[in-house]
């Protein structure tokens, strides 16, 4: 049984630039949140994804949006990338009527 | 405003001594509480979680954790640790109220001495 697997594994990119990371749930899951780990920090919630609509969502601009398909993977985007987006992005499915998360392996992204 | 403190950055402990690391939450009756484990790089691995019943709860790899309501604590435990625990730890916290986004604690690192 596959857990939750993101795409890509690491990725650089320059300010001003736009990014999409993605997300593939464990089987039989149907919520998908995503975090931003920056250095030396936990992982902060950026949204939650459940039946393609944003459920629920943290302290983060707009630059940041989502989209979660029929499928039950889902796309983070980050628009007009800035040095302080350069994180660990960790993208974490739960089942149905439960509330644990189970987190995937993470993006490295860095911005120049 | 909900938060997670682990008041410990770093702890090193001898191979096969005993481990406590410490989680306070604030706000919220009714929290969900977890401990996870990340290696170097790698994302957040699941050790054990409590909801609701029995308030010592056992977890993978030889871990447990309290839940003191009194405390507002949530204290992961192992009785002799190995050296592949070298690893972080991070102490997360849901609150039913606000859904299952969860609220992370900084971290400890933990460093496993021979």
């Known amino acids: 049984d596959a857990g939750v697997t993101q795409s890509p594994t690491h990725l650089i990119k320059t300010r001003g630039q736009q990014v999409t990371l993605r997300c593939s749930p464990k089987?039989?899951?149907?919520?998908v949140s995503w975090y931003q780990q920056a250095l030396g920090q936990g992982p902060q919630f950026i949204f939650q994804?459940?039946?393609?609509?944003?459920?629920q969502r943290g302290n983060f601009p707009d630059r940041f949006s989502g989209h979660q398909f029929p499928n039950y993977s889902s796309e983070l985007n980050v628009n007009a990338l800035l040095l302080g987006d350069s994180a660990l992005y960790l993208c974490?499915?739960?089942?149905?009527?439960?509330?644990?998360?189970?987190f995937g392996p993470g993006t490295r992204l860095t911005v120049l | 405003a909900q938060s997670v403190t682990q008041p410990d950055i770093h702890i090193t402990v001898s191979e096969g001594a005993s481990l406590e690391l410490r989680c306070n939450y604030s706000?919220?009756?009714?929290?969900?509480l977890f401990w996870y484990v990340q290696s170097p790089g790698q994302g957040l691995q699941l050790l054990l979680k409590y909801f609701s019943g029995d308030t010592l709860v056992q977890g993978i790899k030889g871990f447990e954790a309290e839940f003191k309501r009194s405390q507002s604590s949530f204290n992961l435990r192992k009785p002799s640790v190995h050296w592949s625990d070298a690893a972080e730890y991070f102490c997360?916290?849901?609150?039913?109220?606000?859904?299952?986004?969860?609220?992370f604690g900084a971290g400890t690192i933990l460093r496993v001495k021979s």
């Open positions: 706000y919220g009756a009714t929290p969900y």
């Open positions: 974490a499915s739960s089942p149905p009527t439960a509330d644990t998360q189970y």
């Open positions: 994804y459940y039946e393609e609509e944003e459920r």
């Open positions: 997360a916290v849901g609150w039913e109220e606000y859904g299952n986004k969860l609220v």
């Open positions: 089987s039989g899951h149907d919520t």
